[in-house]
């Protein structure tokens, strides 16, 4: 959230220093309302300064909750796999 901020231009300079890498989409699984959870996994590395907890890299393990929009899906929510943990320190 604190990456996000307030603009399309601050949530660019929040993640200008990312680069994402070994992403997995681990699977799709369908739910209520024509919705989708899907468990994607990958590894962030970043400045310190736009990671969490000062980290420079990061091993991510999300669930996002995707919802059909016109001709794209839209996400409605992320959290950790299974309850867990969104991420951990390289």
Known sequence: ????????????????????????VVSLSPKSKGRVLAHVTFTSTQDAANGPNGDTCDNWDLEYLLAPVGDSWQIQKVSGAGGGPTHTGC
Do not use: H
């Not at 901020?5 to 994402?20: I, M």
């Open 1 to 24: 959230p604190r990456l996000r901020g307030s603009s399309p231009t601050a949530l660019g300079k929040g993640f200008a220093t990312t680069q994402d890498s070994n992403i997995e």
